[in-house]
């Protein structure tokens, strides 16, 4: 089944330490999308991706890095700039000339 | 500009019932609505979206309206489910690509049907 991965399901860090989510797609979609979400934030977008090796700042960029060495991958770097890093963290993809975004299932980072 | 606003934050509705998700938007060149359905622990998934050339659209007891003029439009739930608890977030975007594609979502309302 087509679809996006994202893995670990849930991660713990201790502060100060980098950490990198996972977000695998197999839908031959060209744009890639991480977003965060705190309860009652809705969805914040943080980077995004619309081809290879090219990738732009979202809203709330600092503290977080990412790559796209791979149409399949979008790796989040957390790291231990980012003030506040405990969230929950969406993957999404969208194919080019289409509106329609796809979630992955998500990941919960907690760092303590 | 860039806003959409989305209202009730909570909801709780009677089995049966009709619920009701309003946003509203600034931006009036935004041509693609969505709402999504995310359950507690899982990603987003699309429920239902409508084109700006639309005042209506309906799938099963799902049903969004939309008021151009008044840069409004809302999800109403027909008959509503338990099963139909979860948060749902309206989203607005322009265009298929560049950052003009990016979906800019409202901050949720979480719904609760009691049965």
């Known amino acids: 089944d087509g679809g996006i991965t994202q893995s670990p399901k849930y991660l713990f860090r201790k502060e100060g330490q980098n950490v990198t989510l996972s977000c695998e797609q197999n839908l031959n979609h060209d744009a890639m999308y991480w977003y965060r979400q705190d309860p009652g934030q809705g969805l914040r977008l943080i980077y995004y991706?619309?081809?290879?090796?090219?990738?732009q700042k979202g809203d709330i960029a600092e503290g977080y890095s990412v790559s796209r060495e791979k149409k399949e991958s979008f790796p989040l770097t957390v790291t231990s700039a980012q003030k506040n890093p405990t969230a929950f963290y969406l993957c999404?993809?969208?194919?080019?000339?289409?509106?329609?975004?796809?979630f992955g299932s998500g990941t919960r980072l907690t760092v303590v | 500009q860039q806003q959409v606003k989305q209202s009730p934050q909570s909801l709780i509705v009677q089995k049966g019932g009709i619920s009701i998700i309003n946003c509203a938007y600034e931006?009036?060149?935004?041509?693609?609505f969505p709402w999504y359905q995310q359950f507690p622990g899982k990603g987003p998934a699309l429920l239902i979206a409508i084109r700006p050339d639309v005042s209506e659209k309906k799938e099963g007891r799902f049903t969004i309206s939309f008021n151009k003029s008044a840069k409004q439009f809302s999800l109403h739930i027909m008959d509503s489910q338990p099963g139909d608890s979860a948060t749902y977030f309206c989203a607005a975007s322009t265009g298929y690509g560049g950052s003009q594609g990016n979906l800019i979502f409202g901050k949720g309302t979480k719904l609760s049907v009691k049965p």
């Open positions: 999404a993809s969208k194919p080019e000339g289409s509106y329609g975004y796809t």
């Open positions: 931006n009036t060149a935004f041509d693609y």
């Open positions: 991706s619309q081809i290879v090796n090219d990738f």
